[in-house]
């Protein structure tokens, strides 16, 4: 049995009992921790010999908030629960704000969620500079539970203490101090003998006995704060229209204003109880843990390798994935050496690495000394000569085979033995850029997103040959350039591209069959897409579309639509974007508007295909349309699970968040799907594949598991041979 967490209490001869948090690794307060809190403080209270108290959290960190790992055996009824409010207002509020001694918190590493609400509950907060204070709750699909969203607004006034809950935006020490949300700034050496002497100095009536959920100062006049919340809710409904806990965190923060703290802490509790229990948070709770565990690969990560040092890169090519791949390198302290093939091309790579970082400095996100200190980490070279001593290369040049073929020759001669051969291929077989060298064990895809150093998932693609010990390398470097990586098997696509090819192709088919473009992307940016089918299509570039349609064609011809309309543009110079007119115009800031000119080429294209427009698609609701676009990509998806290309569906749903912006709170596309069922999903496909042909024809695994029953993200018992 794993021990259990709980509190110690050691009293001082100052007369100060200490309780310290003690549920390694971040003090997370189960429910054993809070009794025990309760149960330390209760003692403090009843003993002659304390004054006063101090709490405080074991080995640098106070607590990083309520035991997430206790919330699924919550939602699933495994665990009892204690009855609504009973941390909130038993514990926390009557137990430990109510004291008839003073508590100071000493605040060091985090201070997170429920780690955050009992140091508010507390009547002084004494931090570190560098501790994290912070409300995240809301990222789970829930709000704060233990009183904050009532504490913070009193002591850091309204406006500050939504963007902390809404945007689940932490603060450090410093501003947390400036905001009066800490009373004093210390070392962490000196933090609980400060805090000791705050709680005595509390006692003896030298300092200010404040009980935060009493505070009114910081609360602006009602007529002003309901004109602040009207404002957030317009904000949170902007910025996510199908999320409702937003919302709820609002109302519950104004029922505290407006009928009085007391009422707000019995508002927060049974809004709190209700969330806990909702999609969205069990959506949310799932892409918590199945981001935490992409990095555990069978074969790989279970063989006790560790690591190897990784101190010096080297990229290929320095366009726009090579530049921002450096990018990403040089924000966590990599040297790198950039290589071009002539002057002209090396300098564009360079500046664009300098454009990247002084964008962050614009923003605030980097000081001027950090950014001459990433830059000099930087070599330009038109040489192998660098390569000499470097650990890792990887290559970001054009989608070209044979020159990619050429590339992996001359590295296996220029670079050490023990160094990793990477490749940022997007589409392309490894084992045929490896072809010609015999360093097969150590060729590794690593497919970043673009911009690579901002978007947040590293595709690791494996092949047969490829050594564990490199894979372990490679998810090093993933996580300390913070990047959540996946392990994929190695195919045409690997998982994230290849599971949403169908995305694109499906919109384009329907447009033939009489659907409008503007409709569809319309329903996918309301499902929560970042953007539809035809908008990402501009973004991309029709020249990358067109190409990539053609590995797909090559691969998987029986399921690949051949669709005119994109050819038929570009003979016009409509390439995207970056000609400023696709499928929408461009003019100014990238503002895509819808244009009429695009019907004459999408009309041309329906004659070419030789189809007649379906007057029941243009009756179909904004549901009906969800559902055509992305059933394909939850069959895709199933094709890739079921070939060993990815290890776990739950490694579907981070890919497709993080690489394509499917909507978190819907929990990533397979666990989306089981929410449907994929008996439902099975017979829909089937009835469009009777109406519209084999593009739509469920696989096999879909197939097997709709008549069985099974949910699809179950783990399949089959070896998973790609692998």
């Not at 372990?472 to 994929?488: A, N, R, S």
Request: hydrophobic share 40%; glycine share 8%.
């Amino acid at each position: 049995m794993a021990a259990k967490g709980r509190t110690e209490l050691e009293v001082g001869a100052d007369g100060v009992a200490v309780i310290t948090i003690c549920n390694p690794p971040v003090n997370s307060l189960s429910i054993d921790v809070l009794y025990s809190l309760k149960e330390s403080y209760e003692e403090a209270l009843r003993r002659n010999d304390v004054k006063a108290i101090v709490v405080t959290g074991k080995g640098g960190k106070f607590s990083g908030g309520f035991d997430i790992s206790s919330f699924g055996g919550l939602q699933g009824g495994q665990t009892m629960q204690p009855k609504v409010g009973y941390i909130a207002i038993d514990i926390l509020t009557d137990t430990l704000e109510a004291a008839t001694k003073p508590s100071v918190a000493a605040i060091d590493g985090l201070a997170l969620g429920g780690g955050l609400e009992v140091a508010m509950a507390c009547h002084a907060r004494i931090a570190t500079p560098m501790a994290q204070l912070g409300l995240p709750e809301l990222q789970l699909g829930i709000i704060p539970g233990f009183g904050g969203t009532q504490r913070l607004p009193r002591l850091v006034g309204l406006t500050k203490s939504l963007e902390m809950m809404l945007l689940s935006k932490p603060i450090k020490g410093g501003e947390a101090h400036e905001l009066g949300l800490v009373d004093a700034l210390v070392s962490p050496n000196d933090l609980v003998n400060t805090a000791r002497q705050w709680a005595l100095d509390i006692y003896e009536l030298r300092r200010p006995w404040i009980k935060s959920l009493y505070k009114t100062d910081k609360l602006e006049p009602l007529g002003e704060a309901r004109e602040i919340l009207k404002f957030a809710r317009a904000q949170a409904q902007k910025q996510a229209a199908n999320l409702h806990h937003p919302l709820v965190c609002i109302d519950v923060v104004e029922e505290g204003i407006v009928a009085g703290p007391r009422a707000g802490l019995w508002k927060e509790a049974t809004a709190f109880q209700d969330l806990l229990f909702s999609d969205t948070c069990k959506s949310l709770l799932h892409v918590f843990f199945s981001q935490r565990a992409t990095s555990k690969i069978p074969g790989a990560t279970d063989l006790g390798l560790m690591p190897r040092k990784i101190s010096k890169v080297a990229i290929l090519g320095g366009g726009l994935m090579g530049s921002g791949i450096a990018t990403a390198m040089i924000l966590s302290n990599y040297p790198v050496i950039l290589k071009e093939v002539n002057e002209k091309f090396l300098n564009a790579g360079i500046d664009r690495i300098k454009a990247n970082l002084q964008s962050r400095v614009r923003k605030g996100k980097m000081t001027d000394e950090r950014y001459e200190k990433a830059m000099s980490l930087v070599t330009g070279v038109l040489d192998y000569e660098h390569f000499k001593d470097v650990d890792l290369v990887i290559e970001a040049v054009i989608e070209n085979v044979k020159l990619k073929q050429q590339i992996f020759s001359d590295l296996e001669n220029y670079c050490p033995s023990h160094c990793i051969l990477a490749t940022n291929t997007s589409t392309i077989d490894l084992n045929l850029i490896g072809e010609k060298t015999k360093s097969q064990d150590r060729i590794v895809g690593a497919h970043f997103f673009s911009p690579a150093h901002v978007m947040p998932l590293l595709e690791i693609v494996r092949t047969q040959h490829t050594s564990p010990q490199v894979v372990v390398d490679l998810l090093d470097v993933g996580k300390k350039i913070k990047k959540t990586p996946i392990v994929v098997g190695n195919c045409t696509g690997f998982a994230v591209n290849r599971m949403f090819f169908p995305y694109t192709q499906s919109a384009l088919f329907y447009v033939d069959l009489g659907m409008d473009v503007y409709k569809i992307d319309r329903a996918c940016t309301k499902f929560g897409m970042p953007m539809g089918p035809f908008r990402l299509a501009d973004l991309v570039g029709f020249g990358v579309a067109v190409a990539t349609g053609m590995q797909y064609l090559e691969n998987f011809p029986e399921r690949v639509y051949k669709s005119m309309l994109l050819p038929l543009m570009m003979e016009d110079n409509r390439a995207g974007e970056a000609t400023q007119k696709g499928f929408y115009k461009y003019e100014g800031k990238r503002k895509a508007t819808p244009d009429p000119e695009i019907m004459k080429y999408i009309e041309k294209s329906r004659k070419m295909a030789g189809v007649t427009p379906d007057p029941e698609l243009l009756k179909l609701s904004e549901k009906d349309i969800v559902e055509m676009v992305f059933f394909p990509v939850i069959n895709e998806a199933c094709r890739v699970l079921d070939e060993g290309i990815a290890v776990k569906a739950s490694d579907l749903d981070i890919a497709s968040i993080f690489g394509m912006g499917f909507p978190p709170y819907r929990g990533g596309v397979m666990h989306w799907a089981d929410s449907i069922g994929a008996k439902y999903i099975h017979g829909k496909l089937e009835e469009w594949t009777n109406r519209y042909g084999g593009f739509f024809k469920p696989c096999s695994y879909l197939a097997d598991r709709a008549a069985k029953g099974i949910p699809l993200s179950a783990l399949a018992n089959k070896v998973q041979a790609r692998l």
